[in-house]
């Protein structure tokens, strides 16, 4: 009998390789544009992105409003004219395209699944997620897909979880497990739902003062023998 019965897994930076996928559609993009796309360039656009996020995660900005400040707040930085709604949707509809899963993520999954029932959580854009998804060789690994802007919370709030486990079939908080990167949406999400967590944790940081993970783990081929042992 596996330790938790319900697997709710983070998409980006967890399973997959966003990092890699952002690259590429980024250069795609700023090209596109007629924009600059050296490393220094991006690295700008990275930057702006991350503020953005941490923005939508604390409830302060709209998925909408993250979208379209991140290249506003890119180009004012850079010092260059370009419309940012424009630049915007292009970067959508290339990134959703990328669907790059890390180094045994797979076989990880596919392990997991035949004796769990996998989830995945994520606050990615819907557009972007669902197009990834469709291109995921192991989809079939996933009972469903949680999005926030189709359920209409966001992790790390409670009520996203509380959606979350109202549309799982027989649901049990007492067997289910977040597994994510992200302290500020995943680990903090899930103490705030009470459930336990697992922080997937590559670069050996430290957690923020007041957020707790259950297990720790630096390498994703470690969590069947957490999860099912």
């Known amino acids: 009998m596996p330790r938790y019965d319900f697997v709710l897994l983070d998409a980006d930076r967890t399973l997959f390789d966003f990092d890699a996928g952002q690259e590429l559609a980024l250069i795609k993009t700023l090209t596109h544009h ?14 702006e992105n991350h503020k953005a996020w941490d923005l939508f995660e604390q409830g302060k900005v709209t998925k909408a409003e993250l979208t379209r400040l991140r290249f506003r707040t890119f180009l004012d930085r850079i010092g260059m004219q370009a ?8 970067y959508l509809a290339d990134l959703g395209t990328h669907c790059i899963p890390f180094e045994g993520a797979e076989e990880v999954c596919r392990t997991l699944a035949e004796h769990c029932a996998l989830y995945i959580v994520t606050n990615g854009v819907s557009s972007v997620q669902q197009g990834r998804m469709s291109r995921c060789s192991f989809r079939d690994c996933f009972r469903a897909m949680f999005v926030s802007e189709e359920v209409g919370y966001q992790k790390p ?9 109202a549309r799982i079939p027989g649901f049990d908080p007492a067997r289910a497990i977040v597994v994510g990167d992200s302290p500020a949406s995943d680990i903090l999400g899930a103490n705030n739902a009470g459930l336990d967590s697992c922080w997937y944790n590559p670069k050996g940081e430290t957690l923020p003062q007041g957020i707790t993970a259950t297990y720790t783990i630096g390498d994703l081929k470690e969590l069947p023998d957490l999860i099912l042992k």
């Open 34 to 47: 007629g924009l600059p796309s050296d490393p220094a360039t991006r690295a700008v656009y990275v930057e």
């Open 83 to 90: 419309d940012p709604d424009a630049l915007n949707r292009f």
């Open 157 to 165: 709030q409670k009520e996203y979880f509380d959606v979350v486990a």
